[in-house]
């Protein structure tokens, strides 16, 4: 499904900016990339064998050990370990010193370098990622079948989150070779990044058709979970972990499931899933952050904030000192949230330096702790660029609620509560948007629906929808007459 919508806020993205907001909006749109870690899996694609791959010189494989493995995994689409890949860039950096014309290591080091970065935070490696695959096209072109590099440009542009070029590569690649499974792994990414649903079900189901492993499972869980199926996204998530090949697979596919555990409102079944995922690798970023928020839920919050503390340290990603300020937050510990917002934008910064758009997060940030008239340009610059996906309507229907725009703000909210994602914060948002409006039926049912998906959702707006809800009270007796009179509005 693609959207469109007539509201002011897409207007507003097409007028002409002052020189100082042509700046802003060039830097915080440089390169693009992703905003929240572990939301979607990302899958080095497979290099073919040598020699045949190697066609733009002589080369040779790594020596057996943790590089050789490391390849492999590549060459199969499943995790390496972190330690393995550091290996895997190490030999190929060496080789290519004494063999640069070797396009086919050129593209290996390339993918690496982004299966890295999207796995340690380090975003400077999707730099380095750049040269290597670039040099590797200029050894060898794309119109000459370069497939691995194109593979690898794609997934570089996913990970950055720059969805339109991720899906032009794909589709070029889709296009010469239609039997490459990681193309159309990479699409599924892509398309769902620009909210094109309709075609990410379509990429699911080719890709599918070739890969009955971890990719292709994982992937269709989360397609499942964007539908609001979260049973069948649950069941084909447990079948990724029981096929997956390695640890670093394993662990995250544990993540997947308690992450989906923890949007169900089930944090004690979430923390059985980090833990084994934590045994797996221990330090497990995404899996550290998710147990802090299941912690929280349960009202552990000391080990809840060790826990993102640690995380912090291991993987400062923006997402998760957010996710910490507002902890810090709710319970009066204003110098420390400070301290973590702070985090927030320098990891933003340094994000944005190195290609990565932290679009969402900063907004979600502004529009809650900061400027929403800011959070509601950055968004609107990333919905007329065409990324149309249920969190950037989200987001951006909160932004335009939050700079006093509930009118415009609800036609977003609609689109991505309406989409299927049961989403506790989406429900809440779209509540609070229709309360504004005087429509007090649809705010009760979405309030009362966000603390039904999970009553923890946030530690800072689950204790406001209550309070919200207390003050709607009971609906009036006597049906739509009595609830939307004395001048309030029906719903639509």
């Known amino acids: ?58 080369a040779a494989p790594p020596a057996p050990g943790p590089a050789a493995r490391a390849q492999e995994a590549v060459r199969t689409g499943t995790q390496a370990s972190l330690p393995e890949l550091t290996a895997l860039i190490g030999d190929r950096e060496r080789w290519l010193r004494g063999h640069p014309r070797d396009d086919a290591s050129w593209a290996v080091l390339g993918t690496a370098y982004v299966e890295r970065a999207a796995r340690d935070g380090d975003t400077a490696s999707y730099v380095r990622a750049e040269k290597a695959l670039r040099r590797s096209l200029a050894v060898r072109t794309a119109a000459r079948g370069n497939i691995d590099a194109q593979l690898g440009m794609a997934a570089l542009a996913g990970a950055r989150g720059d969805f339109a070029r991720a899906k032009l590569w794909g589709e070029a690649v889709r ?180 290609g990565v758009n932290a679009t969402l997060v900063l907004a979600r940030y502004e529009a809650d702790h900061g400027d929403p008239a800011t959070a509601v340009k950055w968004l609107t610059a990333e919905w007329e660029r065409g990324h149309r996906s ?18 415009e703000a609800l036609e977003f909210a609609e689109l991505a509560t309406d989409q299927g994602l049961r989403s506790a914060l989406f429900a809440y948002h779209r509540g609070q948007i229709e309360r504004a409006l005087g429509r007090y039926g649809p705010a009760r049912r979405y309030l009362t629906q966000a603390l039904r998906t999970n009553p923890a ?36």
Do not use: I
């Open 1 to 58: 499904m693609k959207w469109r919508t007539k509201s002011r806020a897409g207007r507003t993205g097409r007028r002409r900016r002052t020189k100082a907001e042509r700046v802003t909006h060039t830097v915080l749109l440089a390169g693009a990339g992703a905003v929240v870690a572990g939301a979607v899996l990302v899958y080095v694609p497979g290099v073919p064998g040598v020699p045949d791959a190697l066609r733009g010189g002589a």
């Open 175 to 354: 296009q010469r070779e239609p039997r490459r499974w990681q193309a159309h792994a990479l699409l599924v990414d892509a398309y769902r990044g620009l909210g094109d649903y309709e075609a990410a079900d379509k990429a699911v189901e080719r890709l599918r058709a070739l890969n009955k492993g971890v990719p292709a499972l994982s992937r269709a869980s989360h397609a499942y979970r964007d539908k609001g199926w979260r049973e069948d996204a649950a069941a084909l998530a447990s079948d990724a972990v029981a096929l997956a090949a390695t640890p670093a697979e394993r662990a995250a596919c544990l993540q997947h499931l308690g992450d989906l555990a923890w949007e169900r409102g089930e944090p004690a079944e979430a923390l059985a899933h980090y833990a084994p995922a934590l045994r797996l690798v221990p330090g497990h970023p995404p899996s550290l952050a998710g147990r802090a928020r299941a912690l929280a839920a349960l009202g552990r919050v000391d080990d809840a904030l060790r826990d993102y503390t640690a995380v912090l340290a291991e993987r400062p990603l923006p997402q998760y000192a957010l996710e910490a300020g507002e902890l810090y937050e709710s319970r009066g510990l204003d110098e420390d949230a400070r301290a973590r917002y702070r985090k927030l934008r320098e990891g933003a910064a340094e994000a944005l330096a190195h």
């Open 390 to 407: 249920v969190d950037v309507a989200d987001a951006l229907g909160w932004a335009l609620f939050r700079a006093g725009k509930e009118e």
């Open 457 to 492: 959702f946030s530690p800072l707006l689950a204790p406001e929808a209550r309070r919200a809800l207390a003050v709607l009270g009971e609906p009036p007796a006597g049906g739509p007459a009595d609830v939307y009179g004395s001048g309030a509005r029906a719903p639509r």
